[in-house]
Protein backbone atom coordinates (compact mmCIF):
# COMPACT_ATOMS: atom_id res chain seq x y z
CA UNK A 1 0.00 0.00 0.00
CA UNK A 2 2.87 2.18 0.74
CA UNK A 3 4.55 1.78 -2.14
CA UNK A 4 1.08 2.34 -4.60
CA UNK A 5 0.99 5.29 -2.42
CA UNK A 6 4.62 6.62 -2.67
CA UNK A 7 3.89 5.90 -6.48
CA UNK A 8 1.00 7.85 -6.86
CA UNK A 9 2.37 11.09 -5.58
CA UNK A 10 5.60 10.99 -7.33
CA UNK A 11 4.48 10.69 -10.68
CA UNK A 12 1.90 13.39 -10.72
CA UNK A 13 5.43 15.51 -9.22
CA UNK A 14 7.57 14.05 -11.58
CA UNK A 15 5.38 14.57 -14.65
CA UNK A 16 4.15 17.78 -14.47
CA UNK A 17 2.53 17.64 -17.91
CA UNK A 18 1.53 14.78 -20.57
CA UNK A 19 5.25 14.36 -21.77
CA UNK A 20 6.52 14.06 -18.89
CA UNK A 21 3.89 11.51 -17.89
CA UNK A 22 4.50 8.96 -20.71
CA UNK A 23 7.93 9.18 -20.27
CA UNK A 24 7.48 8.08 -16.87
CA UNK A 25 5.30 5.64 -17.55
CA UNK A 26 7.50 4.26 -20.73
CA UNK A 27 10.38 3.68 -18.02
CA UNK A 28 8.08 1.45 -16.21
CA UNK A 29 6.68 -0.73 -18.76
CA UNK A 30 10.58 -1.38 -20.29
CA UNK A 31 11.40 -2.08 -16.28
CA UNK A 32 7.97 -4.27 -15.46
CA UNK A 33 9.01 -6.17 -18.48
CA UNK A 34 11.69 -7.17 -18.02
CA UNK A 35 11.68 -7.67 -14.70
CA UNK A 36 8.94 -10.70 -15.21
CA UNK A 37 11.27 -11.93 -18.57
CA UNK A 38 13.81 -12.16 -16.16
CA UNK A 39 11.62 -13.72 -13.06
CA UNK A 40 10.25 -16.15 -15.26
CA UNK A 41 13.39 -17.69 -16.58
CA UNK A 42 15.58 -17.28 -13.52
CA UNK A 43 13.49 -18.00 -10.72
CA UNK A 44 10.46 -19.98 -12.39
CA UNK A 45 11.91 -22.41 -15.03
CA UNK A 46 14.99 -23.72 -12.70
CA UNK A 47 12.52 -24.39 -9.82
CA UNK A 48 10.66 -26.83 -11.93
CA UNK A 49 13.70 -28.68 -13.61
CA UNK A 50 14.07 -26.34 -16.50
CA UNK A 51 17.27 -24.51 -15.35
CA UNK A 52 18.64 -25.87 -19.10
CA UNK A 53 16.02 -24.13 -21.26
CA UNK A 54 17.20 -20.52 -19.13
CA UNK A 55 21.02 -21.74 -19.73
CA UNK A 56 20.30 -22.46 -23.45
CA UNK A 57 18.36 -18.77 -24.00
CA UNK A 58 20.05 -16.18 -21.73
CA UNK A 59 22.82 -14.83 -24.38
CA UNK A 60 20.27 -14.79 -26.71
CA UNK A 61 17.67 -13.05 -24.11
CA UNK A 62 20.30 -11.03 -22.74
CA UNK A 63 21.37 -9.40 -26.07
CA UNK A 64 17.77 -8.44 -27.19
CA UNK A 65 16.65 -6.77 -23.82
CA UNK A 66 20.35 -4.60 -24.52
CA UNK A 67 18.98 -3.90 -27.94
CA UNK A 68 15.52 -2.83 -26.31
CA UNK A 69 16.77 -0.82 -23.64
CA UNK A 70 19.35 0.44 -26.56
CA UNK A 71 16.44 2.00 -28.40
CA UNK A 72 14.65 3.29 -25.35
CA UNK A 73 17.67 5.16 -24.54
CA UNK A 74 18.07 6.50 -27.71
CA UNK A 75 14.30 7.38 -27.85
CA UNK A 76 14.13 9.29 -24.30
CA UNK A 77 17.84 10.67 -23.53
CA UNK A 78 18.66 11.98 -20.04
CA UNK A 79 19.65 9.47 -17.82
CA UNK A 80 18.70 6.56 -19.59
CA UNK A 81 21.80 7.37 -21.96
CA UNK A 82 24.09 7.28 -18.86
CA UNK A 83 22.27 4.48 -17.55
CA UNK A 84 23.27 2.27 -20.64
CA UNK A 85 26.95 3.79 -20.97
CA UNK A 86 27.52 2.83 -17.31
CA UNK A 87 26.64 -0.93 -17.91
CA UNK A 88 28.08 -0.69 -21.15
CA UNK A 89 31.20 -0.51 -19.16
CA UNK A 90 31.12 -3.48 -16.66
CA UNK A 91 33.16 -5.93 -19.35
CA UNK A 92 33.56 -7.66 -15.70
CA UNK A 93 30.14 -9.28 -15.71
CA UNK A 94 28.17 -8.88 -18.90
CA UNK A 95 29.03 -10.46 -22.15
CA UNK A 96 30.92 -8.57 -24.65
CA UNK A 97 27.89 -8.63 -27.17
CA UNK A 98 25.71 -6.64 -24.55
CA UNK A 99 28.44 -3.94 -23.94
CA UNK A 100 29.35 -3.39 -27.51
CA UNK A 101 25.20 -3.31 -28.07
CA UNK A 102 25.17 -0.52 -25.32
CA UNK A 103 28.50 1.01 -25.80
CA UNK A 104 26.76 2.48 -29.09
CA UNK A 105 25.00 4.85 -26.90
CA UNK A 106 28.42 6.86 -26.63
CA UNK A 107 28.10 8.11 -30.42
CA UNK A 108 24.18 7.91 -30.60
CA UNK A 109 23.09 10.81 -28.72
CA UNK A 110 21.05 13.33 -30.69
CA UNK A 111 22.07 17.07 -30.99
CA UNK A 112 19.73 19.85 -30.57
CA UNK A 113 19.12 22.31 -32.54
CA UNK A 114 21.50 25.55 -32.50
CA UNK A 115 18.95 27.85 -31.66
CA UNK A 116 17.56 25.98 -28.48
CA UNK A 117 21.20 26.19 -27.34
CA UNK A 118 21.32 30.00 -27.98
CA UNK A 119 18.80 30.50 -25.65
CA UNK A 120 19.76 28.69 -22.84
CA UNK A 121 23.59 30.57 -23.29
CA UNK A 122 22.39 33.88 -23.60
CA UNK A 123 19.95 33.76 -20.72
CA UNK A 124 22.64 32.24 -18.74
CA UNK A 125 25.70 34.46 -19.74
CA UNK A 126 22.57 37.62 -19.66
CA UNK A 127 23.98 38.82 -23.46
CA UNK A 128 23.74 37.53 -26.60
CA UNK A 129 26.52 35.20 -27.79
CA UNK A 130 27.81 37.07 -30.43
CA UNK A 131 28.70 39.67 -27.51
CA UNK A 132 30.29 37.06 -25.24
CA UNK A 133 32.55 35.33 -27.76
CA UNK A 134 34.82 36.30 -30.59
CA UNK A 135 33.23 33.28 -32.22
CA UNK A 136 30.77 30.66 -31.82
CA UNK A 137 31.09 27.13 -34.14
CA UNK A 138 27.03 25.83 -34.17
CA UNK A 139 27.59 22.78 -35.17
CA UNK A 140 28.47 20.80 -31.73
CA UNK A 141 31.67 19.35 -31.17
CA UNK A 142 30.45 16.75 -28.98
CA UNK A 143 26.47 15.92 -27.44
CA UNK A 144 26.03 14.40 -24.52
CA UNK A 145 22.98 13.20 -22.65
CA UNK A 146 23.36 16.59 -20.00
CA UNK A 147 24.36 18.55 -22.48
CA UNK A 148 27.03 19.15 -25.73
CA UNK A 149 29.58 21.49 -26.40
CA UNK A 150 30.77 23.73 -29.26
CA UNK A 151 33.88 25.43 -29.93
CA UNK A 152 34.28 28.85 -29.62
CA UNK A 153 36.95 31.39 -29.54
CA UNK A 154 37.34 34.31 -26.61
CA UNK A 155 37.09 38.30 -26.92
CA UNK A 156 40.44 39.98 -27.18
CA UNK A 157 40.36 41.67 -23.85
CA UNK A 158 39.15 38.07 -22.23
CA UNK A 159 42.17 35.83 -24.32
CA UNK A 160 44.08 38.73 -22.74
CA UNK A 161 43.61 38.11 -19.24
CA UNK A 162 43.09 34.37 -19.22
CA UNK A 163 46.40 33.45 -21.66
CA UNK A 164 43.32 31.30 -23.71
CA UNK A 165 42.26 31.78 -27.31
CA UNK A 166 40.51 28.80 -28.34
CA UNK A 167 37.58 27.44 -25.86
CA UNK A 168 35.47 25.03 -25.26
CA UNK A 169 31.87 26.32 -24.55
CA UNK A 170 29.66 23.18 -22.56
CA UNK A 171 25.52 24.20 -22.57
CA UNK A 172 22.82 22.00 -20.95
CA UNK A 173 19.89 20.77 -22.89
CA UNK A 174 16.74 23.00 -22.28
CA UNK A 175 14.59 21.37 -20.03
CA UNK A 176 17.32 18.75 -18.64
CA UNK A 177 16.46 20.03 -15.44
CA UNK A 178 12.78 18.26 -15.55
CA UNK A 179 13.99 15.11 -16.99
CA UNK A 180 16.31 14.08 -14.59
CA UNK A 181 13.35 14.87 -12.35
CA UNK A 182 11.03 12.26 -14.15
CA UNK A 183 13.70 9.62 -14.68
CA UNK A 184 14.96 9.74 -11.13
CA UNK A 185 11.41 9.68 -9.99
CA UNK A 186 10.94 6.02 -12.36
CA UNK A 187 14.09 4.82 -11.31
CA UNK A 188 13.40 5.30 -7.29
CA UNK A 189 10.21 3.09 -8.04
CA UNK A 190 12.30 0.49 -9.78
CA UNK A 191 14.43 0.30 -6.90
CA UNK A 192 11.90 -0.28 -4.77
CA UNK A 193 10.51 -2.97 -7.07
CA UNK A 194 14.26 -4.61 -7.15
CA UNK A 195 14.33 -4.51 -3.23
CA UNK A 196 11.89 -6.71 -2.75
CA UNK A 197 14.06 -9.75 -4.76
CA UNK A 198 15.25 -11.37 -2.13
CA UNK A 199 18.26 -11.98 -3.72
CA UNK A 200 18.79 -8.42 -4.89
CA UNK A 201 17.76 -6.57 -1.19
CA UNK A 202 20.53 -9.06 0.42
CA UNK A 203 23.37 -7.96 -1.49
CA UNK A 204 22.61 -4.27 -2.16
CA UNK A 205 20.02 -1.79 -1.10
CA UNK A 206 18.87 -0.72 -4.05
CA UNK A 207 17.38 2.47 -3.20
CA UNK A 208 20.46 3.95 -1.80
CA UNK A 209 22.12 3.31 -5.02
CA UNK A 210 19.54 5.33 -6.58
CA UNK A 211 19.99 7.88 -4.75
CA UNK A 212 23.62 7.90 -5.09
CA UNK A 213 23.22 8.28 -8.78
CA UNK A 214 20.55 10.98 -7.97
CA UNK A 215 23.33 13.22 -6.28
CA UNK A 216 26.31 12.32 -8.75
CA UNK A 217 23.31 13.25 -11.25
CA UNK A 218 22.44 16.83 -9.63
CA UNK A 219 25.92 17.46 -10.29
CA UNK A 220 26.75 16.67 -12.82
CA UNK A 221 24.39 19.20 -14.15
CA UNK A 222 25.80 22.02 -11.88
CA UNK A 223 28.75 23.19 -14.08
CA UNK A 224 30.03 25.36 -11.59
CA UNK A 225 30.74 22.06 -9.43
CA UNK A 226 32.46 20.29 -12.85
CA UNK A 227 34.63 22.96 -12.95
CA UNK A 228 35.68 23.20 -9.08
CA UNK A 229 36.28 19.50 -9.52
CA UNK A 230 38.27 20.84 -12.65
CA UNK A 231 40.62 22.79 -10.52
CA UNK A 232 41.05 20.40 -7.93
CA UNK A 233 41.97 17.42 -10.61
CA UNK A 234 44.40 19.39 -12.06
CA UNK A 235 46.23 20.59 -8.47
CA UNK A 236 46.31 17.34 -7.89
CA UNK A 237 48.66 15.94 -11.03
CA UNK A 238 50.45 19.91 -11.02
CA UNK A 239 53.17 18.60 -10.49
CA UNK A 240 52.98 15.28 -13.05
CA UNK A 241 53.77 16.02 -16.74
CA UNK A 242 52.02 12.50 -17.81
CA UNK A 243 48.62 14.62 -16.54
CA UNK A 244 47.17 17.94 -17.92
CA UNK A 245 43.62 18.90 -17.45
CA UNK A 246 41.48 22.11 -19.41
CA UNK A 247 41.97 25.94 -17.69
CA UNK A 248 38.59 27.48 -16.87
CA UNK A 249 37.30 30.90 -18.06
CA UNK A 250 35.28 31.67 -14.90
CA UNK A 251 33.99 34.54 -16.71
CA UNK A 252 31.74 32.98 -19.29
CA UNK A 253 30.83 30.25 -16.78
CA UNK A 254 27.69 29.50 -14.71
CA UNK A 255 25.14 26.62 -13.05
CA UNK A 256 24.35 25.42 -16.95
CA UNK A 257 27.32 26.98 -19.30
CA UNK A 258 30.75 26.17 -18.99
CA UNK A 259 33.60 27.51 -20.39
CA UNK A 260 37.48 25.89 -20.29
CA UNK A 261 40.18 25.71 -22.51
CA UNK A 262 40.17 23.48 -25.83
CA UNK A 263 42.14 20.82 -25.15
CA UNK A 264 41.17 18.70 -27.74
CA UNK A 265 43.92 16.07 -29.43
CA UNK A 266 43.89 12.38 -30.38
CA UNK A 267 41.33 10.14 -28.23
CA UNK A 268 42.79 7.44 -26.42
CA UNK A 269 41.79 4.79 -28.28
CA UNK A 270 42.32 5.93 -31.51
CA UNK A 271 45.67 3.32 -32.12
CA UNK A 272 45.43 4.40 -35.67
CA UNK A 273 46.37 8.38 -35.10
CA UNK A 274 48.54 7.34 -31.82
CA UNK A 275 50.91 5.05 -34.04
CA UNK A 276 51.23 8.04 -36.41
CA UNK A 277 52.42 9.84 -34.26
CA UNK A 278 54.68 7.67 -32.68
CA UNK A 279 53.41 6.59 -29.68
CA UNK A 280 53.28 3.21 -28.59
CA UNK A 281 49.08 2.19 -27.79
CA UNK A 282 51.08 -0.36 -24.94
CA UNK A 283 52.71 2.84 -23.42
CA UNK A 284 49.51 4.60 -23.22
CA UNK A 285 47.66 1.92 -21.61
CA UNK A 286 50.34 1.02 -18.74
CA UNK A 287 50.83 5.06 -17.96
CA UNK A 288 46.60 5.31 -18.24
CA UNK A 289 46.59 2.43 -15.48
CA UNK A 290 48.98 4.24 -13.08
CA UNK A 291 47.81 7.74 -13.28
CA UNK A 292 44.21 5.69 -12.38
CA UNK A 293 46.10 4.12 -9.55
CA UNK A 294 47.23 7.29 -8.25
CA UNK A 295 43.90 8.70 -8.16
CA UNK A 296 42.62 5.75 -6.08
CA UNK A 297 45.47 5.67 -3.34
CA UNK A 298 46.74 8.82 -3.68
CA UNK A 299 44.44 11.41 -4.26
CA UNK A 300 41.23 9.70 -3.22
CA UNK A 301 39.55 11.68 -6.00
CA UNK A 302 39.19 9.27 -9.17
CA UNK A 303 37.77 10.63 -12.41
CA UNK A 304 34.76 8.15 -12.76
CA UNK A 305 33.67 8.29 -16.30
CA UNK A 306 36.98 7.72 -18.41
CA UNK A 307 35.93 6.81 -21.53
CA UNK A 308 37.63 7.00 -24.70
CA UNK A 309 35.37 10.51 -25.28
CA UNK A 310 36.66 11.98 -21.97
CA UNK A 311 40.51 11.11 -22.39
CA UNK A 312 43.15 12.35 -25.22
CA UNK A 313 46.73 12.05 -25.88
CA UNK A 314 48.75 15.58 -26.34
CA UNK A 315 51.42 14.99 -28.24
CA UNK A 316 53.80 17.72 -26.45
CA UNK A 317 57.30 19.38 -27.97
CA UNK A 318 60.36 18.86 -25.56
CA UNK A 319 59.02 16.11 -23.01
CA UNK A 320 60.94 13.36 -22.17
CA UNK A 321 57.82 11.27 -22.73
CA UNK A 322 56.88 12.93 -25.85
CA UNK A 323 52.61 13.37 -24.80
CA UNK A 324 50.67 13.27 -22.02
CA UNK A 325 47.14 12.24 -21.12
CA UNK A 326 44.51 15.39 -20.91
CA UNK A 327 41.33 14.39 -19.07
CA UNK A 328 38.20 16.53 -19.38
CA UNK A 329 34.29 16.38 -18.27
CA UNK A 330 34.71 16.30 -14.81
CA UNK A 331 31.13 16.44 -13.66
CA UNK A 332 31.17 12.09 -12.22
CA UNK A 333 33.95 12.22 -9.61
CA UNK A 334 34.02 9.37 -7.22
CA UNK A 335 35.64 10.53 -3.58
CA UNK A 336 37.58 7.82 -2.02
CA UNK A 337 37.17 7.89 1.96
CA UNK A 338 39.70 6.52 4.20
CA UNK A 339 37.99 3.35 4.79
CA UNK A 340 37.41 2.41 1.66
CA UNK A 341 40.94 3.45 1.04
CA UNK A 342 42.47 1.72 3.56
CA UNK A 343 40.54 -1.47 2.56
CA UNK A 344 41.15 -0.75 -1.36
CA UNK A 345 45.14 -0.77 -0.17
CA UNK A 346 44.45 -3.99 1.55
CA UNK A 347 43.30 -5.39 -1.60
CA UNK A 348 45.89 -4.56 -3.96
CA UNK A 349 48.66 -5.73 -1.02
CA UNK A 350 46.56 -9.33 -0.93
CA UNK A 351 46.11 -9.76 -4.86
CA UNK A 352 49.69 -9.23 -5.60
CA UNK A 353 51.56 -11.78 -3.00
CA UNK A 354 48.12 -14.26 -4.11
CA UNK A 355 46.72 -14.31 -0.74
CA UNK A 356 43.26 -15.79 -0.61
CA UNK A 357 42.93 -14.96 3.00
CA UNK A 358 44.45 -11.47 3.09
CA UNK A 359 42.44 -11.17 0.03
CA UNK A 360 39.01 -12.16 1.87
CA UNK A 361 39.42 -9.63 4.96
CA UNK A 362 40.25 -7.02 2.33
CA UNK A 363 36.57 -7.69 0.98
CA UNK A 364 35.40 -7.57 4.71
CA UNK A 365 36.99 -4.41 5.68
CA UNK A 366 35.65 -2.39 2.19
CA UNK A 367 32.08 -3.82 3.15
CA UNK A 368 31.37 -6.23 0.07
CA UNK A 369 31.41 -9.13 2.69
CA UNK A 370 30.04 -8.87 5.54
CA UNK A 371 32.39 -9.95 8.46
CA UNK A 372 30.12 -12.74 10.14
CA UNK A 373 30.39 -14.84 6.59
CA UNK A 374 31.85 -18.08 6.97
CA UNK A 375 34.70 -17.61 4.08
CA UNK A 376 36.29 -21.21 4.58
CA UNK A 377 35.12 -21.96 0.90
CA UNK A 378 35.69 -18.72 -0.74
CA UNK A 379 39.22 -18.97 0.63
CA UNK A 380 39.74 -22.16 -0.94
CA UNK A 381 38.19 -20.99 -4.17
CA UNK A 382 40.67 -17.84 -4.18
CA UNK A 383 43.41 -20.29 -3.60
CA UNK A 384 42.55 -22.61 -6.79
CA UNK A 385 42.18 -18.97 -8.45
CA UNK A 386 45.23 -17.27 -8.02
CA UNK A 387 47.12 -20.87 -8.49
CA UNK A 388 45.55 -21.73 -11.90
CA UNK A 389 45.01 -17.88 -13.27
CA UNK A 390 47.27 -15.47 -11.01
CA UNK A 391 49.01 -13.18 -12.74
CA UNK A 392 47.17 -13.54 -16.36
CA UNK A 393 46.51 -10.98 -18.63
CA UNK A 394 43.55 -10.50 -21.24
CA UNK A 395 45.47 -12.08 -23.94
CA UNK A 396 46.35 -15.34 -22.21
CA UNK A 397 43.08 -15.78 -20.79
CA UNK A 398 41.86 -15.81 -24.12
CA UNK A 399 44.29 -18.93 -24.66
CA UNK A 400 42.79 -20.74 -21.50
CA UNK A 401 40.09 -23.63 -22.76
CA UNK A 402 36.86 -21.82 -22.64
CA UNK A 403 34.72 -25.09 -21.02
CA UNK A 404 37.59 -24.68 -17.96
CA UNK A 405 36.66 -20.74 -17.14
CA UNK A 406 33.21 -21.14 -17.61
CA UNK A 407 33.16 -25.00 -15.04
CA UNK A 408 35.54 -22.58 -12.77
CA UNK A 409 32.85 -19.39 -13.09
CA UNK A 410 29.87 -21.79 -12.60
CA UNK A 411 31.98 -23.27 -9.30
CA UNK A 412 33.47 -19.94 -8.36
CA UNK A 413 29.80 -17.98 -8.32
CA UNK A 414 27.93 -20.85 -6.26
CA UNK A 415 30.18 -20.02 -3.84
CA UNK A 416 29.85 -16.17 -3.71
CA UNK A 417 26.43 -16.09 -3.95
CA UNK A 418 26.33 -18.52 -1.02
CA UNK A 419 27.73 -15.63 0.65
CA UNK A 420 26.63 -12.57 2.45
CA UNK A 421 27.60 -10.64 -0.42
CA UNK A 422 26.18 -6.88 -0.45
CA UNK A 423 27.34 -3.93 -2.58
CA UNK A 424 27.41 -0.57 -0.86
CA UNK A 425 26.84 2.34 -2.45
CA UNK A 426 30.41 4.56 -2.36
CA UNK A 427 31.75 1.75 -4.68
CA UNK A 428 29.60 2.40 -7.65
CA UNK A 429 31.16 5.23 -8.78
CA UNK A 430 34.47 4.02 -8.43
CA UNK A 431 33.34 0.23 -9.55
CA UNK A 432 32.85 2.23 -13.11
CA UNK A 433 36.05 4.03 -13.14
CA UNK A 434 37.80 0.57 -13.07
CA UNK A 435 35.80 -1.37 -15.31
CA UNK A 436 36.38 1.78 -17.89
CA UNK A 437 40.14 1.80 -17.12
CA UNK A 438 40.22 -2.32 -17.38
CA UNK A 439 38.74 -2.53 -20.96
CA UNK A 440 40.23 0.60 -22.29
CA UNK A 441 43.48 -0.90 -21.54
CA UNK A 442 42.62 -4.30 -22.83
CA UNK A 443 41.67 -2.59 -25.83
CA UNK A 444 44.84 -0.66 -26.24
CA UNK A 445 47.16 -3.47 -25.28
CA UNK A 446 45.87 -6.94 -26.23
CA UNK A 447 48.82 -8.21 -23.93
CA UNK A 448 48.06 -5.77 -21.17
CA UNK A 449 48.22 -7.46 -17.85
CA UNK A 450 46.58 -5.79 -15.17
CA UNK A 451 49.16 -6.83 -12.57
CA UNK A 452 52.00 -5.40 -13.82
CA UNK A 453 50.94 -1.44 -12.83
CA UNK A 454 49.58 -2.71 -9.56
CA UNK A 455 52.54 -4.57 -8.20
CA UNK A 456 54.52 -1.41 -8.31
CA UNK A 457 52.04 -0.24 -6.20
CA UNK A 458 51.90 -3.02 -3.66
CA UNK A 459 55.65 -3.14 -3.27
CA UNK A 460 55.03 0.59 -2.25
CA UNK A 461 52.27 -0.22 -0.08
CA UNK A 462 54.28 -2.85 1.53
CA UNK A 463 57.27 -0.91 2.37
CA UNK A 464 55.01 1.92 3.69
CA UNK A 465 52.77 -0.86 5.80
CA UNK A 466 56.19 -2.11 7.06
CA UNK A 467 57.18 1.58 8.18
CA UNK A 468 54.18 1.99 10.17
CA UNK A 469 54.89 -1.54 11.97
CA UNK A 470 57.22 -0.50 14.69
CA UNK A 471 54.44 2.10 15.74
CA UNK A 472 51.45 -0.83 15.61
CA UNK A 473 54.02 -3.15 17.56
CA UNK A 474 54.53 -0.11 20.27
CA UNK A 475 50.56 0.40 20.27
CA UNK A 476 49.90 -3.29 20.31
CA UNK A 477 52.31 -4.01 23.23
CA UNK A 478 50.56 -0.83 25.17
CA UNK A 479 47.28 -1.90 24.79
CA UNK A 480 48.27 -5.55 26.12
CA UNK A 481 50.00 -4.11 29.29
CA UNK A 482 47.03 -2.27 29.98
CA UNK A 483 44.91 -5.30 29.68
CA UNK A 484 47.16 -7.09 31.91
CA UNK A 485 47.54 -4.18 34.18
CA UNK A 486 43.60 -4.50 34.45
CA UNK A 487 43.01 -8.68 34.84
CA UNK A 488 43.72 -8.75 38.37
CA UNK A 489 40.59 -5.87 38.85
CA UNK A 490 38.49 -7.95 36.52
CA UNK A 491 39.18 -11.37 38.00
CA UNK A 492 37.95 -9.98 41.14
CA UNK A 493 35.09 -8.46 40.47
CA UNK A 494 33.91 -12.05 38.81
CA UNK A 495 34.69 -13.72 41.82
CA UNK A 496 32.89 -11.15 43.81
CA UNK A 497 29.78 -11.31 41.53
CA UNK A 498 29.93 -15.34 41.68
CA UNK A 499 30.00 -15.75 45.78
CA UNK A 500 27.04 -12.72 45.53
CA UNK A 501 24.94 -14.86 43.05
CA UNK A 502 24.91 -12.10 40.65
CA UNK A 503 26.44 -13.47 37.85
CA UNK A 504 24.53 -14.02 34.79
CA UNK A 505 24.92 -15.31 31.43
CA UNK A 506 23.76 -13.96 27.86
CA UNK A 507 22.80 -17.21 26.19
CA UNK A 508 19.59 -15.41 24.15
CA UNK A 509 21.07 -16.32 20.96
CA UNK A 510 21.39 -19.69 21.44
CA UNK A 511 17.91 -19.72 22.26
CA UNK A 512 16.70 -17.88 19.15
CA UNK A 513 18.73 -20.62 17.20
CA UNK A 514 17.05 -23.17 18.96
CA UNK A 515 13.59 -21.60 17.87
CA UNK A 516 14.33 -21.67 14.83
CA UNK A 517 15.58 -25.47 14.71
CA UNK A 518 12.24 -25.97 16.09
CA UNK A 519 10.33 -24.12 13.85
CA UNK A 520 12.28 -26.04 11.11
CA UNK A 521 10.99 -29.08 12.06
CA UNK A 522 7.30 -28.46 13.01
CA UNK A 523 7.37 -27.33 9.17
CA UNK A 524 9.04 -30.72 8.40
CA UNK A 525 6.33 -32.40 10.19
CA UNK A 526 3.24 -30.28 8.22
CA UNK A 527 5.44 -31.30 4.95
CA UNK A 528 5.34 -35.29 6.02
CA UNK A 529 1.65 -34.80 7.16
CA UNK A 530 0.75 -33.44 3.65
CA UNK A 531 2.39 -35.65 1.93
CA UNK A 532 0.28 -38.94 3.96
CA UNK A 533 -3.04 -36.61 3.88
CA UNK A 534 -2.80 -36.48 0.10
CA UNK A 535 -1.57 -39.47 -0.93
CA UNK A 536 -3.76 -41.47 1.36
CA UNK A 537 -6.89 -39.20 -0.04
CA UNK A 538 -5.47 -40.38 -3.66
CA UNK A 539 -6.08 -44.00 -2.31
CA UNK A 540 -9.13 -43.62 -1.15
CA UNK A 541 -10.44 -41.89 -3.99
CA UNK A 542 -12.11 -45.00 -5.63
CA UNK A 543 -13.73 -47.34 -2.71
CA UNK A 544 -14.47 -43.91 -0.09
CA UNK A 545 -15.15 -41.20 -2.33
CA UNK A 546 -16.22 -38.34 -0.20
CA UNK A 547 -13.28 -39.81 2.30
CA UNK A 548 -10.66 -39.53 -0.05
CA UNK A 549 -11.73 -35.98 -1.33
CA UNK A 550 -11.74 -34.77 1.79
CA UNK A 551 -8.51 -36.56 2.84
CA UNK A 552 -6.97 -34.13 0.06
CA UNK A 553 -8.70 -31.11 0.43
CA UNK A 554 -7.59 -31.25 3.97
CA UNK A 555 -4.16 -31.43 2.90
CA UNK A 556 -3.91 -28.05 2.24
CA UNK A 557 -3.57 -27.04 5.65
CA UNK A 558 -0.11 -28.53 6.46
CA UNK A 559 0.92 -27.73 2.51
CA UNK A 560 0.21 -23.79 3.51
CA UNK A 561 1.82 -24.20 7.10
CA UNK A 562 5.18 -26.19 5.31
CA UNK A 563 5.19 -23.34 2.50
CA UNK A 564 4.05 -20.26 4.43
CA UNK A 565 5.12 -20.97 8.29
CA UNK A 566 7.27 -18.73 10.19
CA UNK A 567 11.05 -19.46 9.44
Not at 219 to 241: G, K, M, N, P, T
Not at 471 to 488: E, F, I, K, Y
Not at 501 to 515: Q, Y
Amino acid sequence: MADARDSRVAEPRAGRDAAGRARYRRILRFAARAFVQIWWFELVLPRVGMAHVAERTRDERMLALARRFRALAVALGGLMIKIGQFMSSRLDVLPPEITAELAALQDEVPAVPFEQIRVVADTELGMPLERAFASFDRMPVAAASLGQAHRATLLPADAAETGLDAVIVKVQRPGIDRIVEVDLAALRRVARWAQRVRMVSDRVDAPALVEEFAQTCHEEIDYLHEAVSAERFAQDFIDDDRVGAPAIVWERSTRRVLTLEDVTAIKINDTVALRAAGIDPADVAQVFAGVMLDQVFTHSFVHADPHPGNIFVTPLDGSARGWRLTFIDFGMMAEVPDDLRAGLRTLVIAVAARDSRGLVRAAQQIGVLLPSADTVQLERALTVLFARFGGMGFSELRDVDPEELRQFGMEFGDTVRSLPVQLPEKLLLLMRAVSLTSGMCSALDASFNIWEPVEPYATKLLRDESGNLVQDLVAQSTANMGALWRMPARVDGLIDRFDAGTLTFDISSLEHRLDRIIRVAVRAVSAVLFGGLLIGGALLLGPVTWLGVTLMSVSVLPLLHAVFGRR
